[in-house]
Each structure stands twice: as C-alpha cells, then as structure tokens.
C-alpha cells in the first residue's frame, strides 16, 4: 500500500484536506479527489498550458506540481473565476462574444492566464496579452480571438469601474 | 498518476535538508520549482526514491545587491529575479536571459538554482554563469563550499553537485565599468522552447569607443553551456571591427563544435552560433557606448 501524505489547500477559497500519494499532481487532485473537473489535462508535463491554475494568485501548471506541494497554499481553478450566483465573469463572456474558443479544451488554461494577467495589469496591450497566453497552445482558433477576447474584457471592465 | 512512487518530506530549513541528504543523498532529490524534475518524473526518466520540497524554506529566497556581486537565493523564483530592478541594473544579463525562458507559468514557479543545478546544456541561466563566472555557494552537513561556473558544469544535466550537497545561493559578479552592456538572444523553433542555439555577450568599453573587457558564450546543442574568455580577449582594444569580429566568432564556433539531433544539423547550429554571436557582440558594445 503506498504511503498517503495529508494535503490541506484553499480551493477557490474553501478549505479542502485529503489523504494523497506523494505521486499524484495537482491537477489530477482537482479533477479526481475534488471533482472539479474544469481544468483540463493536456500533455501532462509542462508543455500545453491547458491545466493552468492560479496559486496564490499567480498562474502556474498544475501538472507540474504534485498535489503534496501545494499543501497550506490557495489555488483558484477556472471553477473560481465565475460568480457566485453561477453566471459568467466578463472574461468568460468575452470568449464566447469573440468566438475565443472553438473546440473548448484549452480555454481554462487561456481563461486563467489571461484572468491573471488582467488582475495584474487591467490595460493591456496586445503584446503583453501574447506574452501572458504565450505558454497556452490552441489548436482551434489561432489565437486572434483569444488576444481580442482579452482586450474586450480589458474595455468592459474598464467601463465597470 | 504518471511519476514512480517516491517518499516525500518537506523541509523547513537548510539544515534539515542537509541532514535528510547525508543520511540517504544518493537516493534523494530536492524539488524546487520542478519545472524540469517533474517532466522528467512524468516520464520516468528520473525516479527518486524520496522526493525533498525545499519550497517552503524562506532563507533560500532572497535577492542582494553588494558591491563586487549580487547574491540570489537557490529558490528565488524566475519572475521574482526577472522584475527586480536593482538586479537589473546591477546584472543586467540575468534579466536579459530570463526573458528566454519558458512562459510567465513555468518563471512564476521555476527558480533560477534550480535551472543551474538541472545544468541543460541548452538552456539560458548555466550560459548566464558561464559568461559572468558565477560562483554556486553548496551547503553539505559538513559546510559550506564555493564552485566557479567553470568547475560547476560537467556535462549534461552533471554538475559538481555532490549526492549530499544542496545549493544555497548564487553569486554573480558585477562589472564596474561605467560603460557596460550585455545582450542575450537565441533561436528555438517556438518562443519559450530550449534553445537550438543561444548565444550572450557582455562588453566594456572606454571613452573612446575601445573594447576594455568583453565575455561571451554559446549554449545549445553543445555538451555544456560554454564561455570564451580567450577569444573573447582578443577583442580588447578593438572597436569590433568586422574583420577581428568575424575571425574571433568563427573559432568560437568552431570550438564550440555542437552536436545535431532531430531538430537541427552540427552545421546549422554551427552557423547560428557564428551569427548570433556576432549580433550579440554588436548589441553589447553599443548598449555598453550608449551608457552615459
């Protein structure tokens, strides 16, 4: 029987435990023990982007980390992006008035990266937006509609304030 | 779950590591920002026995600018280095180089030791130390000792590390020069992959316009990251004129004698390394003449 370690993490701000094998990543933790199955598992060790989570605010790859690392830690999944009465963020609505997604996969990891980018820098220009999904591969859209879904957030959200 | 089963432990302090490496080193591994380890985990090209986060150790994480040199902690964050300004001014090639690696997800995790003591022979920090000849502080049970870039690397993903040896911090040398600049490129096939070839140059100049110290070096393809100093001496007193230029970079090229794989042949990297450094020079020299 392989030995389980106790992880203790602020999930989109309510506290999870669990009994985990050192082994099993952040990602699969999210989807397998705590069922939040919005962020998706793409190549599994680095290189696509699509299991993009925030921890402590910052986005990094939940592939990358086993779910012991993050003990003690605040992760926000793309299940936290949303408000609390179930509708969509602005980010969210973004995507679908820009046609930002097409097949879906990669877009809680561009969801992520971008909502991140915009909590850090709420006008950005296009190259920063490059930059900011530069590690988040799309198969679909070529990307055109993901960096005009972000500036249209960019301006609603500017026109909130 | 993709990765073999190990043990884990996080430590709450250097001496704990160090006392965890001595009694089982050679079976052990530290993770920092693991953004090398776990792919490499993931893919059960490594499979430790037992797995130490050194994560959570707050005296591994600094940043301090000192007269001869600044210090960096093993585990200060990529993105942590790349937006500290004094740094920047003070060693402006880290900040340079750091723009080459990875994507905002993997700096926000990965730490600039761990990027040295992973040792990619293709990858920007070992090339970074290599050209400024940084010296690797590694803490064991029984002290401390001090490693120059140039003993540091010995191969690929070998460095002078021994199994009961946890870096602790970095040294980078700062130039005083008055006019110094430095400049750092490479190509990979998308933004943020390992360099087919990466190439850095770091040049003083005096008042005027005469080359007073210049360093530079290749990555990419090659055994280790490398650094030139005695071509690169030969530029001393020179204006890079384009016929030293070109004779220098062409034996740099020569002997940095890179190897091919899937995505590029020994000559086309061979090329790139005669390119590229060349631009890199040019970029140094003229950041270095626009010092005021």
Redesign the interface.
Known sequence: M??L?PVAIEVNGKPRSAQV?????LV?FLREELRLTGTHVGC???IC?AC?VM?DG????S????A??A??HRITTVEGLTPADGTLSVLQDSFCEAHGLQCGYCTPGMLI?SQ?LLNATPNPSEEQIR??I??NLCRCTGYRQIVDAVKLAAGRLAEQK | MKSAAFEYARASSLDEVCDWLRKDGDDAKLIAGGQSLVPMMAMRLTRPARLININEIDALKFITVEKDHARTGACTRQCVIARDGALANAVPLLKQALEWVGHVQTRNRGTVGGSLVHADPAAEMPLVAQILGAQMVLRSHTGTRTVAAAEFFEGPLTTATRADECLEEIRWPRWSEKRMGSAFTEISRRHGDFALVAAAAQIAVDENGSCTRVNFGLAGGGYIPMAFPKLAARLVGSKLEDDIVESVVNDAATEFDPGGDLHASPDYRRQLAAVLTTRMLRAAYENASNCK
Do not use: N
């Open positions: 392989e030995k370690y094998p050192a082994r099993l990543s699969d599994e060790h680095g982007g993009s921890l910052d986005p990094v790859r592939c990358l980390m086993f012991v690392q003990d003690g990266a991140a930059d900011a530069g590690g």
